[in-house]
C-alpha cells in the first residue's frame, strides 16, 4: 500500500526566509502526489498536485513541489515565507484512494 | 467548500451512544470519503463510496458504518461511539483529475 512520510512535524522560519517542507513517498505503482494546506478550524484546501506531467509542480500562494523519482520525494517549497504563510501542510499520495503524512505544522516568525 | 457540506459542525454525545455524521455534495461526483484527523496522525480514511450503495472500508473502520442511498449524501455513523473516538472528521469528494474537495470539518467529542 502507499504512504507518505512527512520529515519534520513543526517547521519554523522567518518572514521572508524560505520554507522547505520535506515529503518522502511510498508506491509500488506510479503515484499522483499532492500538498494540502490547513488554516485553523478549517478543512483541507489543495496547494498543488502532480499527476505525471511536468515534474516541477507550481501551486497557489507561490509554493511548488518537485517530483524526484529516484529519490522518492515531493518536497514543498516557496521562496519567501510570508506571515499568512502560517498553517499545517499535509503531504498525500493516491493510487486509488487518498494516503495523508501526519502532516507539519509551519511556523512565520516577523 | 463550495459544494460539499458537512453536518453538524460540532457535537457532544454520550459513550455508548450511536452517532451519525452527514456530508452532501451538490458536484455530482461519484466518490465521496470519510477521514479522521488526530494529532500526530493526519488523516486516517474511515470508508469511502464510489456510488449509490457502493461502499468499502478504510485502514480505521473498526466502529464505523457508512450508508449512501443517493448520489449527494454519505452519512458515517458510529454504531456505539467511544471516547477514541473523539476526533475531527472530514467529509470529501474526488473531482477533476484526481484532487479531493474536502468539508469543513465535523468536531466530535464523545464524554
Known amino acids: 500500500a502507499q504512504s507518505v512520510t512527512q520529515l519534520g512535524s513543526h517547521v519554523s522560519v522567518s518572514e521572508g526566509a524560505l520554507v522547505l517542507l520535506r515529503c518522502n513517498y511510498s508506491?509500488?505503482?506510479?503515484?499522483?502526489l499532492f500538498w494540502y494546506v490547513q488554516y485553523p478550524n478549517q478543512g483541507l484546501q489543495l496547494l498543488l498536485k502532480y499527476t505525471s506531467a511536468a515534474t516541477l509542480v507550481k501551486g497557489i500562494n507561490g509554493f511548488e513541489a518537485e517530483f524526484k523519482k529516484s529519490e522518492t520525494s515531493f518536497h514543498l517549497t516557496k521562496p519567501s515565507a510570508h506571515m499568512s504563510d502560517a498553517a499545517e501542510y499535509f503531504c498525500?499520495?493516491?493510487?486509488?484512494?487518498?494516503?495523508f503524512g501526519a502532516g507539519t505544522r509551519l511556523t512565520v516568525k516577523p | 467548500d463550495a459544494g460539499i457540506t458537512q453536518s453538524p459542525r460540532h457535537k457532544v454525545t454520550e459513550t455508548g451512544t450511536p452517532v451519525t455524521l452527514r456530508c452532501h455534495q451538490t458536484?455530482?461526483?461519484?466518490?465521496m470519503y470519510w477521514y479522521r484527523q488526530d494529532p500526530g496522525h493526519g488523516l486516517r480514511l474511515i470508508h469511502y463510496?464510489?456510488?449509490?450503495?457502493?461502499?468499502d472500508k478504510g485502514e480505521v473502520s473498526d466502529g464505523y458504518s457508512v450508508s449512501r442511498s443517493k448520489t449527494e449524501d454519505f452519512l458515517l455513523t458510529l454504531e456505539s461511539a467511544t471516547s477514541s473516538q473523539t476526533s475531527v472528521y472530514f467529509c470529501a469528494i474526488q473531482g477533476d483529475h484526481y484532487g479531493y474537495t474536502f468539508g469543513s470539518g465535523t468536531r466530535l467529542t464523545v464524554v
Open positions: 463510496s464510489y456510488g449509490v450503495k457502493d461502499t
Open positions: 508506491s509500488s505503482v506510479p503515484p499522483y
Open positions: 458536484e455530482n461526483h461519484r466518490y
Open positions: 498525500a499520495v493516491s493510487v486509488g484512494d487518498m494516503r
